[in-house]
């Protein structure tokens, strides 16, 4: 009895496992590359080593650590409680920095201020000249069409990188509805959405904006669906708990919004899990839930590697 189960764990680790590794001609395995795009220093006091844990036991090989911007007490960040992107003691540039100079292989790093700071832009360049490869995460309660925040969108077409947005509704980066205004004036700026008001915009029948984690059937054409099919510019972040509920809450749909979308997603995490795998870590999750409903293996690598390997100009 005890052999069978046995048995029995052991086949069903390795079927779990089996989809995330390769054989290379000579017979050796390796496990597939993935890049996260979306990962926080000091995530809810999680320390580095945790963190670099982490990512090794979700299969990470490359991540690329998003920055909070500088503390103060304004409207945008809540006057001050909202510090530390949503008041989650996330890192600022310094911090990711440091760790991407320690791991230069392994971890890339973004440059990030408070949007509505008079020198937001200075600040964000001096570390874009030090090799930020994103802005972001910008996590700021300001209009998504304000003069303050097209200032970054022009600074992210002037050298070349993404930038990164939470959108939430009533919270940070208001007005989602009239982004499509910002992607048609900024056409050589990358943009990518994050966060829940752009994951329950999948959904054509979603009208309560209030509502951030919507479950049920979905009907493609949302928001969101017509951004990533229209604009060449826009991007999305599939991280969080939203990236997962849209991923999870209508299969049959996510299979088709995946085959559809396929060229215009990225893996992110987001997870302030310190373990790496289990029930409580949404980024493994996440990862698992792309491999089961990708529509082919080909779509499966695009999302969670290759697509921000093209963008970012990954080694």
């Given at each position: ?159 070349k990188v993404p930038i990164l947005m939470h959108f ?27 966060a829940q008001t752009v994951w329950a915009n999948i ?102 590697y290759e697509n921000a390997k093209k963008m970012f100009?990954?080694?």
């Open positions: 009895m005890h052999e069978i189960t046995r048995r029995c764990f052991l086949a069903s680790s390795l079927s779990a496992t089996a989809a995330g590794w390769i054989s290379l001609s000579r017979g050796a395995e390796v496990a597939e590359p993935i890049i996260d795009i979306h990962q926080h220093t000091n995530y809810h006091t999680r320390t580095n080593a945790q963190m670099l844990a982490h990512q090794k036991a979700m299969g990470v090989t490359q991540t690329i650590l998003l920055p909070a911007g500088r503390s103060v007490k304004r409207p945008s960040t809540g006057e001050g409680k909202n510090n530390g992107l949503g008041g989650v003691g996330a890192g600022g540039n310094e911090t990711v920095l440091a760790v991407a100079r320690q791991y230069p292989k392994e971890y890339y790093f973004g440059a990030n201020d408070v949007t509505d700071l008079p020198d937001a832009a200075t600040e964000i360049a001096k570390y874009l000249d030090l090799g930020a490869i994103i802005i972001g995460e910008q996590k700021f309660g300001v209009e998504c069409d304000s003069k303050e925040s097209q200032i970054l969108y022009a600074l992210a077409a002037e050298h939430q509704h009533g919270t940070y980066n208001l007005g989602y509805e009239r982004l499509h205004t910002m992607l048609e004036k900024f056409p050589k700026t990358i943009f990518i959405g994050h959904d054509k029948n979603h009208t309560d904006q209030k509502v951030l984690y919507p479950k049920g059937k979905v009907t493609a054409g949302g928001l969101t669906d017509r951004y990533l099919t229209d604009y060449p510019n826009m991007f999305a972040d599939m991280s969080a708990g939203s990236g997962l509920n849209a991923l999870t809450r209508d299969e049959d749909h996510t299979r088709g919004f995946l085959d559809r979308h396929q060229d215009k997603i990225l893996y992110g995490s987001d997870c302030a899990d310190a373990v790496g795998s289990g029930p409580e870590c949404q980024g493994a999750q996440t990862i698992a839930a792309i491999r089961k409903l990708a529509p082919n293996k080909t779509a499966e690598r695009k999302i969670l100009r990954l080694a």
